[in-house]
């Protein structure tokens, strides 16, 4: 099996005020009509103030909702029956009715010259359950989301149908019923993401269209916490229109030129392009690259290397010359080969000397100071001391719109190319509390990551002080013969591309 190097470099554009019309907005506030309706939730008619329960659907009407990736056309679509799978309260005189939804945006959104204004009552994102989300104001001007009490909107919590009984949501949850800054709640109809609110602290962040861009470059929206948002804030032409809220957007800062709404029932979903969320496929903003001609990839990480030593089959790696090893004299010649016809990173040096550090940098190609957690405990600990970069907070997480678990890591970008991913061995990159912290539930943790297959997987140093159970039946353990089964499994199991990350810390 031989091995690729891969150099992908990008140029982007950083997103500024300056470039992209701090006070105006261009084009017209566009409005999705709502496609044709189907049997309709008859059994709610005049039941107006009515709590309705979801235990898997509503008296025989249960929600159907898909999403899908098609790269070819630069399109994700959505396609949903428009019924909740929430509880709802009624408002209107009548029930929901099923609407046929098909819904095109682009997949990989870019940012517009300058800003559109969002719809203040029309459609203007779908959330992941298929149902649309609409802007802040009913139909007699007055705010959606508070209601006539002013009280987090307790008649459009979860949504309520409108005069064509398409079901839709107001409120900055979308449907969700607890949400953080890390949860997806669905996508605006230029294409970005959506996400869960910032904390109060953060949400200066955001730009006049509750929009930030992260990191790497790519951008997403944040919904804005009910007492996040002021009706009189400067946001579009200067002023915020009178009446207007900006709950889930402020305004787009894509372009939703492409985007369309279709009848799902005259739809053609082309399934020669189009796979539905989830599924591995090619990057959408590169060409597909034939499965014949892609490599399988082993990233191997050994530990603790000094920056002059040349890595060696031993007894010949220089800071260990003279001591007596018993090693085979066949030395390793399978290691010997990928080493010798695969990419050796001989100046992958690392910010902080110790294993789990360097292994977030592996993953992310971040400096460890970057991550999240070292990021927060340097806010928490605002009295001029340096950030902590040590392997307690240098996790592999979701936090304060910093996903490196989620998206930013080589295991999550493997799996959008069409790779299955591996982890084998060593990781330490998850927050653990106590012995109670089960093997399947660290596995769990990893796979959050990525990877699609974890094995031999050991996450903790040992110990046996503390209130800390030393594993010494070898849950947690170096054990090299286990872990190289494990790798040996996961390579031999494959019929298809594979992924797979190799570490070891002693």
Known sequence: MKLAAFVVL???????????????????????????????????????????????????????????????????VIISNGIPDHQVTLQNKKGPCVINWAVEIPLNPTIATSRTEVPIRGMLA??????????????????????????????????????????????????EETVT???????????????????????????????????????????????QVDGDLDYCNGSNPENNWNYILGCYSGTTAGSQVFDSTAYNLDTTDCVEEGTPTASPTQSPISQGTRPNIIVMQPDDLQFFDEWTRPPNNPTTSAKTINFPVAG??????LRLNGLQMKEAYT??????TSRYSTLTGKYPSRSGMVRQHAQENSNGDPALVTIPTTKLVDLDGINDCTKENIAVQFTNN???????????????????????????????????????????????????????????????????????????SQDEKVSASLFDCK
């Open 10 to 76: 990008l140029l982007l554009q950083p997103y500024s005020a300056e470039s992209q019309g701090a006070t105006t907005c261009s084009g017209l506030r566009l409005n999705f009509p709502a496609p044709s309706t189907g049997e309709c939730l008859t059994a709610w008619d005049n039941q107006k103030g009515e709590v309705k329960e979801y235990p898997g659907d509503f008296d025989g009407f249960k929600n159907e909702a898909k999403i899908y990736r098609c790269p070819a056309r630069n399109k994700r």
């Open 126 to 175: 779908m959330a992941l359950n298929g149902i649309p989300a609409y802007g802040p104001q009913e139909s007699d001007s007055n705010n959606a989301v508070e209601g006539d009490d002013g009280v987090q909107g307790a008649r459009f919590w979860y949504g309520h149908a409108g005069p064509n009984s398409a079901w839709h949501i107001h409120n900055p949850q979308m449907g």
């Open 181 to 227: 800054a890390t949860t997806l709640l669905g996508y605006a109809m230029d294409g970005f993401p959506i996400y869960g609110p910032l904390d109060d602290n953060s949400v200066s962040n955001l730009d006049p269209c509750n929009g930030i861009e992260n990191s790497d470059g790519s951008y997403q929206y944040h919904v804005r916490a009910i007492d």
């Open 332 to 337: 390793l010649p399978n290691i010997d080969s």
């Open 351 to 356: 910010a902080s000397p110790v294993c789990g």
């Open 418 to 492: 069409g790779y299955r991913t591996g982890m084998i061995g060593k990781w330490h990159l998850s927050k653990i509390k106590d012995d109670e912290y089960t093997y399947a539930a660290a596995v769990g943790r990893v796979k959050q990551c990525g990877f699609s297959t974890v094995e031999g997987l050991y996450i903790e140093n040992l110990a046996s002080e503390g209130g800390f159970n030393n594993y010494s039946d070898g849950t947690f353990s170096h054990n090299m013969e286990w872990i190289t089964y494990e790798a040996v499994q996961f390579i031999n």
